[in-house]
Each structure stands twice: as C-alpha cells, then as structure tokens.
C-alpha cells in the first residue's frame, strides 16, 4: 500500500474511529464486554496496530473474516464493524488519488484487509481460548 495511503488513513483516525463506533452501535451487544462504551477504549490500540503493520514481503491470499468459537465473543461485531469503517474511508481516500491505478486501489484495500484480518484472527482467537463457551463447544459429545 502506497504510503500516502496509509498516511491518509492516519490523519482520518478520528473519523474512523466515529464511524466504527456507529456501526457497533447498530448491532446488538450479546454481552456487556460487547458493548460499543466498553470496546471503544480498544479502538486506539487496535488502529494503531492495524495500519502500523508491515506489509506481507509477497502478496498473499486475502484470508476469509476470522470466525468465533461462540456468539458470546466482543470481537465479533468488533473487527467486521471496523473493516467496513476503514474501507469506506479507503475509498475516499482513494478519490483524492486519481493517479492510483485500478491495480493499485485493488491491491491496497486487499492489504488492508490481510493487516486487519491478521489483528483480527490474533484477537478472537485470543478471546475464544479462555471463554467458558468456546471451550464447551470444543469438547467431545
């Protein structure tokens, strides 16, 4: 991703971040820790992670959205509400870059959703290992 791109991104974290929280307020929290006024204190972190990445040295597959073990996990809503956030804003930006070439924006909201998707594996996964839920449904029947 061109860092132009990436500085742009940057410089609309607040909008981002706006928009993030709207759309994690359209859904319903299945849990307290899902809620939009307890996750928007992991916004910051998350961004700054996301869009710090390094690139992958070859471009690889675009990995499908990380899935839950259970509906109980926060991050579930978490990072889907986020990569429709970042996306709509990549587009904009995007716009303001008429020099990009149709290969260049294709390949430049595919590496954001591998940086995103990377994040987002890490964290549910995380979450899912020491969730009373998840393990249950690991068990054998």
């Known amino acids: 991703m061109k860092r132009s791109l990436l500085h742009a991104l940057h410089r609309r974290r607040p909008a981002i971040c706006a928009r993030w929280e709207a759309l994690l307020r359209l859904e319903k929290a299945p849990t307290a820790l ?10 910051d972190q998350t961004l ?8 992958e040295s070859e471009p690889a597959e675009l ?3 990380p899935m839950c073990q259970c509906d109980c996990n926060p991050f579930r809503h978490y990072f ?16 303001e870059e008429p020099e ?4 260049e924006r294709v390949a430049s909201v595919g590496e954001l959703c591998q940086r995103l ?12 290992g020491v969730c009373p839920n998840a393990a249950a449904s690991r068990l054998p029947a």
């Open 34 to 43: 899902a809620r939009p006024d307890t996750l928007v204190f992991h916004f």
């Open 48 to 55: 700054s992670e996301v869009l710090s990445m390094e690139p």
């Open 63 to 65: 990995p499908a959205r």
């Open 80 to 95: 889907a509400a986020l990569e429709q956030a970042l996306l709509e804003t990549l587009i904009w930006v995007q716009v």
């Open 100 to 103: 990009l070439s149709p290969e």
């Open 117 to 128: 998707r990377r994040v987002a594996e890490r964290e549910i996964r995380l979450l899912d």
